[in-house]
Structures are given as structure tokens and as C-alpha cells.
């Protein structure tokens, strides 16, 4: 089993800028892809960042250019930056991994952003 932890979440006008963490209780960040989602309120999770276990990252269209994910294996952390932020970018962020075959989420994180 792994827990997934987010924190970083907040108030924010538009156009600031938040951190987002997600501490994973086993070292799997280097081993397997870890994943960011946003679940705006009243919508369906989605995608927004991936941190292959490669180390590389790709992005939605929606936050690229704008988020920047990486990860700190060392500390079994994966990281959102999220930069230039709008109010569609509200809602819970979400951090997930795949491991042995079953889906772990964290509890989520809420951000919140005003314009």
C-alpha cells in the first residue's frame, strides 16, 4: 500500500502563484509515474501534469507554460508549481500513482483562485 499526502493549497488572486506537494510514504517517485489531477468543482477530475518515472514531465494544454512539475526523490516528493494562475483553476488538486496494479489517490488539496 502507499499513502499519498497533497498540501500547498490555498487563497489566491489571479495571476499569483502557489506550490503544491504530494509526499508519497514510500520511495515511488523515481520508479513510477506520479500524477497531478484537478477536480474543478462540479467536473470530473482531469489530468493536468505527469512526472514520468524518467524524470520527464508533459502537461495539459490548459497549464502549460504555466505549471511546472518535478519531483524530489530523496524526499519521496513530487512538486506543482503552479505559476500565472486563473480562476478556472480553482477546485482540489490531486496527486496518483499506479502501484502494483492498483490506484492510489491522495486526499487532495483545495486551491482556490479570485479574481
Known amino acids: 500500500q502507499v499513502q499519498l499526502v497533497e498540501s500547498g493549497g490555498g487563497f489566491v488572486q489571479a495571476g499569483g502563484s502557489l506550490r503544491l506537494s504530494c509526499v508519497a510514504s514510500r520511495n515511488i517517485t523515481s520508479t513510477r509515474n506520479m500524477y497531478w489531477y484537478h477536480q474543478a468543482p462540479g467536473s470530473r477530475r482531469e489530468l493536468v501534469a505527469t512526472?514520468?518515472?524518467?524524470?520527464?514531465?508533459s502537461y495539459a494544454d490548459s497549464v502549460k507554460g504555466r505549471f511546472t512539475a518535478s519531483r524530489d526523490s530523496a524526499k519521496n516528493t513530487v512538486y506543482l508549481q503552479m505559476d500565472d494562475l486563473k480562476t478556472e483553476d480553482t477546485g482540489v488538486y490531486y496527486c496518483?500513482?499506479?502501484?502494483?496494479?492498483?490506484?492510489?489517490w491522495g486526499q487532495g488539496t483545495q486551491v482556490t483562485v479570485s479574481s
Open positions: 496518483n500513482a499506479w502501484v502494483g496494479g492498483s490506484k492510489y
Open positions: 512526472v514520468h518515472a524518467t524524470g520527464r514531465t
